[in-house]
């Protein structure tokens, strides 16, 4: 291979390397990220639905202030937890980031636990009929007078299919998914069926996708929990106390909506002792993990490497993937187009 500094030039038709960090909760995603930006010249770009909001740093895992002026993360604290994110959002923000990696001769590395937005990034969105006022301010009432449990068990009636990938706990999207079938006469799941619009990230770059799967679930289960009691030492319920007092802020917004944070807002609400509280975090912290495993299983062209929670990938995958990327790196300390990520 050709790496002069001067191949970007020679090849400017090549794709430039990417390498996608895939993982459940607590499986060293970050931790291998940062290894890796110690040694390459790379570009972080967080694929977390949490992290994008300000505000939300505890209960989200977001790596600190002296951590991020180090290593800078791209899409973290992009957006207020009143303003709603989607999968479309990021992706427009996710190929933006990308292509300023490129720019200035850096590997994007994608790290998260959202597989969504990933599977989104790289696959493309379908066309979605635009919201509608008067139907959504319907189904808030609905929800309101009947509770969310009875919107899924409509949604079931009429795509079941959207009713058995959507959280029963998450109105925002039951509700969506309800509108989308109210305004255009299709299902979601005929929409999500449709063919993507919007550019082709592979026309762009060559993937390498990297899952760090756990090997021991009774290990991940206690990682879990020991990371929730970490985040609760932290100061998680100051932090949604102080989200509580923003009036424009409520449970149903994404933000609120996310695992850790809805148990304890609904704590602080008087709903939930502390230990109920606890207990609900880490199971649907538990349920998470499981949810992003289902993904990363159904997902071809993965490279799956075990790890142990709380340790990480063996080291010798750690050396074998810088001596892989550091083989793409040009004497001038850029990466180049057309190397391998």
């Known amino acids: 291979m050709d790496l002069r500094a001067d191949s970007v030039r020679a ?12 993982g459940p909760t607590a499986s060293g995603k970050t931790e ?5 930006a110690e040694r ?4 972080l770009i967080s694929v977390d639905s949490t992290q994008v909001y300000r505000g939300l740093d505890i209960g989200s895992a977001k790596p600190d202030a002296v951590l991020r002026e180090r290593h800078p993360h791209a899409l973290v604290d992009i957006r207020d937890p009143a ?4 999968a479309a959002d990021f992706r427009d923000d996710a190929l933006a980031a990308m292509d300023a990696a490129r720019s200035a001769g850096r590997l994007p590395v994608l790290v998260g636990g959202t597989m969504l937005y990933f599977r989104v990034l790289e696959q493309g969105i379908a066309s979605m009929p635009p919201s509608d006022p008067a139907v959504r301010a319907a189904l808030d009432a609905r929800q309101a007078r009947d ?8 949604l079931a009636q ?8 959507i959280d029963p706990g998450n109105p925002q999207r039951i509700k969506r998914a309800l509108e989308v079938h109210e305004v255009s006469g299709r299902t979601l799941s005929w929409w999500w069926a449709q063919p993507a619009v919007g550019r082709d990230l592979h026309a762009d770059f060559e993937l390498r996708r990297v899952a760090l799967e756990p090997t021991d679930r009774a290990a991940l289960h206690q990682a879990v929990a020991r990371r929730f009691d970490a985040m609760l030492a932290a100061g998680l319920i100051e932090e949604v106390r102080g989200l509580r007092g923003r009036p424009e802020l409520h449970p149903g917004l994404p933000a609120i909506r996310s695992v850790g ?4 807002w609904s704590h602080l609400d008087g709903e939930t002792t502390a230990e109920e509280m606890r ?5 649907a912290t538990r349920q998470l993990a499981r949810r992003q495993l289902t993904w990363l299983r159904s997902w071809d062209g993965v490279e799956r490497v075990g790890v142990l929670p709380g340790k990480g990938p063996a080291p010798g995958f750690l050396t074998a993937l810088l001596r892989s990327l550091e083989s793409g790196v040009a004497p001038g300390g850029q990466f180049v187009a057309g190397a391998p990520p």
Do not use: C
Request: charged share 20%.
């Open 11 to 22: 090849a400017p038709q090549a794709r430039w390397p990417a390498l996608f960090i895939m």
């Open 32 to 36: 291998l990220a940062l290894a890796l």
């Open 40 to 43: 390459l010249p790379i570009s």
């Open 83 to 86: 303003d709603p994110y989607s």
């Open 147 to 154: 509770g969310v449990a009875a919107l899924h068990a409509a």
């Open 158 to 165: 009429v795509d079941p299919e959207a009713a058995r990938r």
């Open 261 to 264: 944070y809805r148990q304890v």
């Open 279 to 283: 207990e609900r975090s880490v199971a």
